[in-house]
Every structure is written in C-alpha cells, then in structure tokens.
Nanobody
Framework: QVQLVESGGGLVQAGGSLRLSCAAS????????MAWYRQAPGKQRELVAG???????SYADSVKGRFTISRDIAKNTLDLQMNSLKPEDTAVYYC?????????WGQGTQVTVSS
C-alpha cells in the first residue's frame, strides 16, 4: 500500500517562506507524476504545482515565481518551497502521487499565512 505523508506546514507571516515535504512509502521515482494541491475553506481543491517522471514541472499562475516543486531523491520526498507567501495561500496542502494507474493522496498539512 502506497502512503504519502506531508509535513512542514505551519503559521507564517506574509512575505515569509515555508518548505513542505511529502514522504513516500515507495521509491519516489516510481511515481509517473506527483503534485501539490491545496484547499482553502469553502473552496474547491486546486492544483498548485506538478512534476512528471522526466522532471518537467508546471505551476498554477497564482504561485509562479514564488513556489518551486522538486523531488529529493536522497530523502525520497516531494518538496514544495514556498516563498513570498500571501494570506491567500492559506489552505490545507495535499500531496498526490500517481503510479500503477492509481492515484494516492496524503492527509494534508495546514499552511496559514497571516497579514
């Protein structure tokens, strides 16, 4: 059973930075694609950033230039470096991985950005 566990969330002031990590139970390179999503209260879950097996990345317009998605092979994690955080980035952030034709989700980590 594949498991994904997020960490690194917390409370930060606007303009600050946080780094989220998603630890995978299997080899991180075995996932065809991985991504970070977020869901704010009363809103739908939205895609924040994604990375495919070849290393190509994509970002939501709202986070381009501020967030960076990457895979740490040594730590076997999917990371999301978030800089210049804004109050509107406040949400629960989820890690998603796709492998073997199935999708797996982590339990989420809360990010709160105060103004």
């Amino acid at each position: 059973q594949v498991q994904l566990v997020e960490s690194g969330g917390g409370l930060v002031q606007a303009g600050g930075s946080l780094r989220l990590s998603c630890a995978a139970s299997g080899n991180i390179l075995s996932f065809n694609a991985m991504a970070w999503y977020r869901q704010a209260p009363g809103k739908q879950r939205e895609l924040v950033a994604g990375i495919v097996s070849g290393g190509r990345t994509s970002y939501a317009d709202s986070v381009k230039g501020r967030f960076t998605i990457s895979r740490d092979i040594a730590k076997n994690t999917l990371d999301l470096q978030m800089n210049s955080l804004k109050p509107e980035d406040t949400a629960v952030y989820y890690c998603k991985g796709q492998t073997g034709g199935r999708q797996y989700w982590g339990q989420g980590t809360q990010v709160t950005v105060s103004s």
